[in-house]
């Protein structure tokens, strides 16, 4: 199984910060790599996919890089609704892994 | 608008078998896997497995001993069943829409049920 690093697991952030989230992989997987966003007692959001595109409906304030074993995600500048925990996500090869969570607070 | 939405009991004793159902409305069902993913408290997420509406599945190997998923496409459902369930498969579990076959970019997702093993 490829497993997933993300870092930090937790991060303190203001509004209008730029924040960013790093994961990491354990073998390359070239650009299949997505983000998603969880809120409690809601629908996980699809952020980022293949490391750097936009989901339609996404704010273009969220960004993706990366390709091979690292990659990140921006928020150029937090909203107050952007406080909840992000995963990234493997697509490359079976079983699909996800990263253990970075929780952004307030 | 895609909308799934998860079902079932929310608690079971340990060895009962875990049945959850996925209503899927707003989508074309045939043209996507749809998966079971889930989320221990304080951990991260796993994926379960996905279902195709010709019942071809594929499913984690951590979980396949356990796992069974079918579909019902005359009323754009499918279902998880897990075996012999242990307080350690106490989760939510959502219900999510692959974009297309086997890109396993989930684009859509149900808002997740908190199913609890106790005895």
């Not at chain 2, 297309?100 to 106790?118: I, K």
Request: net charge neutral; glycine share 8%.
């Amino acid at each position: 199984d490829i497993q997933m690093t993300q870092s930090p697991s937790s991060l303190s952030a203001s509004v209008g910060d730029r924040v960013t989230i790093t994961c990491r992989t354990s073998q390359t997987i070239g650009p299949y790599l997505n983000w998603y966003q969880l809120k409690p007692g809601k629908a996980p959001n699809l952020l980022i996919y293949t490391a750097s595109s936009l989901q339609s409906g996404v704010p273009s304030r969220f960004s993706g890089s990366g390709s091979g074993t690292d990659f990140t995600l921006t928020i150029s500048s937090l909203q107050p609704e952007d406080f909840a925990t992000y995963y990234c996500q493997q697509s490359y090869s079976n079983p699909i892994t996800f990263g253990q969570g970075t929780r952004l607070e307030i | 608008q895609v909308q799934l939405q998860e079902s079932g009991p929310g608690l079971l004793k340990p060895s009962e078998t875990l049945s959850l159902t996925c209503s899927v409305s707003g989508s074309s069902f045939r043209s996507h896997y749809w998966n079971w993913i889930r989320q221990p408290p304080g951990k991260g997420l796993e994926w379960i497995g996905y279902i195709y509406y010709s019942g071809s599945s594929n499913y984690n190997p951590s979980l396949k001993s356990r796992v069974t998923m079918s579909v019902d496409t005359s009323r754009n459902q499918f279902s998880l069943k897990l075996s012999s369930v242990t307080a350690a498969d106490t989760a939510v579990y959502y219900c999510a829409r692959d974009e297309g076959s086997g890109t396993y970019l989930f684009d859509n997702w149900g808002q997740g049920t908190l199913v609890t093993v106790s005895s």
